[in-house]
């Protein structure tokens, strides 16, 4: 017999996230010092309200923890991965009896009926070497974005010439020129102040590259740039949050901040000044860079997000699947389930996705 309770409120779902214990399995977007970040800035703003499921077997131990947010959307209560444009994975938090059997997703549903819509985006089918139950529940679909992650079996030289001569050599010319700048540097920020400067930096040089492409830049708003500023002094103290600067004559020519959870190092921003420092690839060699960090501390697995940009190809990644579950949970949530139902059919027809990308300008008429 499966138990379930909900716990609302930022302080009742991170104080319930806490009590979970140390056997717990997550991404890094649902680690409890993410989602404490997370709810210290972008939540106030939100309007959204904090739910955590907790689900346990019979005898009490815990098979999952799902973190939630509630949104009220086109008159439909909805609920989501706390994500506020941040974080890239959703998915459940698994206990040490996430194996159980039982229809974990229908009891689940029956405990969030209040509501009438839960759309979980992106979420693993594997989460730290752990199944995810959730990835079988009906309402499931590939998501639009995979996971780019890539592991290092060996050290980091071994790695960049399995990458080929010409990789390897385009890194190593990079090198020499960067060596031509001046003395180089790479650090770890360690200190607050020391932490304050690189962040500083970071938003300055992805501003200018924005600013350059144009448009409204989501990080770039006080809220954002506070969680960070949150994420990276938490981290400080567990080390679990990182950045990374990259530098030569004295000059910051790459930021990397990330985050590590297990073995896995996290990228999430990566900054690189302009001018002539783009012939060198200073967010090439601040990857390879960090990479060479954290290898020998036990860190192997480098996971580069969703996002497809040209510089993580070169890298060798493997694209993961990742899974979207969308259900009604009530009958109100029907007519917006067919439309996305709907939608998604019309996306996956080859002609009509040629034709949008014509549109868009990304593919050749």
């Known amino acids: 017999m499966l138990t379930v309770c909900l716990h609302e409120g930022r302080d009742a779902v991170l104080s319930a996230i806490n009590g979970a214990g140390a056997d717990v399995a997550s991404t890094a977007f649902q680690r409890l010092s993410w989602l404490k970040a997370l709810f210290a800035d972008l939540l106030p703003g939100a309007g959204a309200q904090p739910i955590v499921v907790d689900v346990r077997n019979a005898d009490g131990g815990l098979i999952l923890m799902l973190p939630l947010i509630a949104t009220h959307e086109q008159g439909l209560s909805v609920l989501r991965v ?97 060596a031509e700048r001046g003395e180089p540097a790479f650090s770890r920020a360690a200190t607050p102040d020391a932490i304050a400067a690189a962040y500083a930096v970071l938003e300055q040089q992805q501003a200018e590259r924005r600013h350059e492409a144009g448009g409204d830049y989501l990080l770039e708003r006080p809220a954002y740039s506070r969680f960070y500023k949150t994420l990276l002094a938490n981290g400080l103290a567990d080390g679990s949050a990182h950045i990374f600067t990259l530098s030569a004559g004295g000059e910051i020519g790459a930021c990397l901040l990330g985050i590590t959870n297990g073995g896995t190092f996290k990228l999430l921003r990566i900054s690189t000044a302009g001018g002539d420092w783009k012939r060198i690839s200073p967010g090439r060699l601040v990857v390879v860079e960090a990479m060479r960090y954290f290898v020998p501390r036990g860190i192997r697995r480098f996971d580069m997000g969703i996002g497809d940009y040209p510089f993580k190809q070169g890298f060798g990644i493997e694209p993961e699947a990742l899974v979207t579950l969308e259900a009604a949970l009530t009958a109100k949530a029907w007519p917006r389930l067919a439309m996305s139902r709907t939608r998604r059919r019309l996306r996956n027809i080859e002609p009509l996705r040629r034709a949008v990308r014509r549109l868009k300008g990304h593919a050749p008429g």
């Open 82 to 178: 706390p994500s506020f444009g941040v974080s890239d994975y959703g998915g459940p938090i698994l206990g040490p009896a996430a194996g159980v059997s039982g229809d974990i997703w229908s009891a689940i549903k029956r405990a969030l009926r209040p509501h009438d819509l839960i759309v979980l985006e992106n979420m693993p089918r594997d989460i730290q070497g752990r199944a995810n139950p959730l990835v079988a529940a009906p309402g499931t679909f590939p998501s639009e974005h995979h996971r780019n992650a890539l592991t290092l079996p060996g050290t980091v030289d071994e790695f960049l010439r399995a990458l080929g001569k010409k990789y390897r050599k385009e890194v190593e010319r990079c090198g020499r020129l960067l």
